[in-house]
């Protein structure tokens, strides 16, 4: 089903996690899945809320102004999370890299952090941060960044297309972004490339994984003898990372389970390696 083009149904029940993770939402863009993000936070529960960066794209707002009601919505959801008591911390990433003078400082009862380490109901520890220090070509040549994040943007743009297309066909939804990044070697190089540095650093200080976000590829593996996780993104994939109140780690599409909603457990998740330390 396409992200962009179904329509919203209700999830079959209300999910209580102790921790959540969600990062690259990219408020203030056209491909932002605002809808499916407020739903996701309108049906899901926790004790800590983490925001791993690029949640509003000011990037694309310096460019062009565009906010839909839906993306006020979603920033009003999480406002009213903090205030019922649910812990958020916003970890910014390049995209909203202008956050990152107020951190340690607080807004609305949400803690802004460069980085931290959560530790896990089993007593894990896991380094939190969004990923973009260890992209060599956002820190390097940041101007290269902002080319290959237009070039996405109109990939996405082709995509609502052709997809639209597939629909009126009857076809389900195809991601052609997510073809090049896993087809086209030197995208895949470069996201290999991103994951070994990011589980390397978590490894450096003793951790047992990290978590993040940054390249919109959910994925939860051990690399370097830790666990590394993405948390995905809300432009396409619709991913998000989760913790159970046992510690148990497991990435849930949102898509997945509205497809499934007639199901009263739990879709099929990503569950965790054998062999990784607990």
């Known amino acids: 089903m396409n992200p962009t083009t179904a329509p919203l149904k209700a999830a079959p029940m209300r999910l209580k996690f102790r921790s959540i993770w969600i990062s690259d939402v990219h408020l203030g863009t056209a491909g932002c899945q605002a809808a499916y993000l407020l739903d996701f936070l309108k049906h899901t529960e926790s004790e800590y809320l983490y925001l791993v960066g690029d949640i ?7 460019r062009s102004w565009y906010w839909q009601q839906t993306h006020n919505d979603v920033i009003q959801k999480l406002l009213r999370k903090a205030r019922h008591g649910t812990r958020i911390t916003y970890l910014p990433g390049n995209h909203d890299e202008a956050a990152r003078q107020f951190l340690g400082l607080i807004f609305g009862q949400i803690r802004i952090e460069n980085e931290l380490v959560h530790t896990t109901a089993d007593g894990r520890r896991f380094l939190v941060l969004h990923g973009d220090r260890f992209d060599g070509v956002v820190q390097c040549a940041k101007w290269l960044a902002i080319v290959g994040d237009r070039l996405y943007e109109l990939t996405l743009a082709l995509n609502r297309i052709f997809n639209r297309i597939r629909h ?17 070697k030197t995208a895949v190089s470069f996201v290999s490339r991103f994951e070994e540095a990011v589980a390397a650093e978590a490894q450096s200080q003793g951790l047992d994984g990290v978590i993040c976000g940054h390249i919109h590829k959910a994925e939860m593996r051990e690399v370097g003898g830790v666990l590394y996780c993405n948390d995905g993104d809300w432009v396409e994939s619709l991913t998000a990372l989760v913790e159970t109140e046992t510690g148990e780690l497991r990435i849930i599409d949102w898509q997945q389970l509205f497809d499934e909603q007639a199901a009263s457990v739990l879709p099929p998740v990503t569950t965790e390696p054998e062999g990784v330390p607990a």
């Open 168 to 184: 009126r066909c009857g076809l389900g939804y195809w991601s052609l972004s997510q073809f090049l990044k896993h087809k086209v």
């Open 56 to 62: 509003i794209d000011g990037w694309a707002l310096k």
